[in-house]
């Protein structure tokens, strides 16, 4: 069974074929109405339930999206109305929802949900974010990025700020997709070892960085993200933002980075936080077709969980 758990678990010859398609799907739907749909129907019969255990916008509504354009169904449903976790085990909710669903994407904490969800469903599983991961997000910023200039293999890519999960699957992407990054932020929030480890053994070239000046330099790409993720604690947020004010990206640190690095954040943003408004609405920042990108990108993984 195809799941969607995490880049690094997934086939490399897979996620470039899952780029190319989304890209394929892209073309196709050039100058069409946002709303009609494609003209191949591959997700016709099918129904998607669409579960979330935290906030989301772009994931809810591109999954959505998506869905509908290729002539499927969905079910958004949030984890504090159903049984899951509390009422039952996550075990029995994935085999109940599994003899009613095709396809169950979860945006859940723990990621241990998401493997016991994926043990036990009879249908494909799909990662919209956990605690550890967001590898959803990171196809449709690898595909942004080719977009703009090209294969990403090879080329270099700054994190700025907290090592999260958003951060674990640019390392995962760093390994399969063979491209180099440096991650500059204090110490007390590094990466995951694990995940540092896992993109050098692949041949990725990681470095550590604590001087963002240093960090930026022949940069490609630099990435920012929130300094407080959701399943953060709020009372850790006046440390992180002390620790985090000199990482953020304005227009002096993307001046130190050169005029042809992109700009990337996954969203939603804390404009005058992690980044400056200047940089985000700036000439090298690629932030808006990022987030229109995870609904291409997410109709060619549901395709591949699929098989269709
Ligand atoms: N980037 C992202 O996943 O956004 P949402 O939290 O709005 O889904
Ligand atoms: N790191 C952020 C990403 C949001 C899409 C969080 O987990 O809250």
């Given at each position: ?157 700054v994190?700025t ?23 500059t ?24 960085e604590r001087d963002p000046y240093k960090a930026v330099e022949?940069a ?26 000199p990482y953020?990206?304005d227009?002096r640190l993307m001046e130190a980075a ?51």
């Open positions: 069974m195809n799941h969607f758990l995490d880049i690094h678990t997934t086939d490399p010859t897979d996620l470039r074929q899952m780029i190319e398609d989304a890209r394929a799907m892209k073309t196709a739907r050039a100058g069409r109405p946002r709303g009609a749909a494609d003209d191949t129907r591959p997700l016709e019969g099918h129904v998607v339930a669409l579960i979330f255990e935290k906030p989301s916008t772009r994931t809810r509504v591109s999954f959505d999206v998506g869905v509908r354009q290729m002539g499927g169904e969905t079910l958004v449903l949030s984890g504090s109305d159903m049984q899951l976790g509390h009422g039952e085990t996550i075990a029995d909710t994935a085999r109940v929802m599994s003899r009613f669903v095709d396809l169950i994407m979860i945006r859940t904490f723990d990621p241990s949900v998401l493997t016991e969800m994926a043990e036990a469903a009879d249908v494909p599983v799909i990662n919209g974010l956990t605690d550890a991961s967001h590898p959803c997000q990171i196809m449709a910023d690898v595909m942004t990025f080719e977009e703009h200039r090209g294969p990403i293999a090879g080329k270099k890519v994190w700020g907290d090592g999260n999960n958003v951060c674990s699957s640019f390392l995962h992407a760093a390994g399969q997709f063979g491209f180099d990054l440096t991650f932020g204090p110490q007390v929030l590094d990466p995951a070892a694990a995940d540092v480890a896992y993109a050098r053994e692949k041949g990725s070239e990681i470095l550590i022949g490609d790409l630099i990435v920012a993200d929130t300094w407080v993720s959701m399943h953060d604690a709020q009372s850790a947020r006046e440390r992180r933002h002390n620790l985090l004010r953020q990206v227009k050169g005029s042809d690095a992109l700009f990337m954040h996954c969203l939603p943003a804390h404009r005058g936080e992690e980044v400056t408004s200047e940089v985000m609405d700036g000439p090298q920042s690629v932030i808006f077709d990022e987030a229109e990108n995870r609904l291409h990108a997410q109709k060619a993984i549901l395709r591949w969980c699929l098989g269709v």
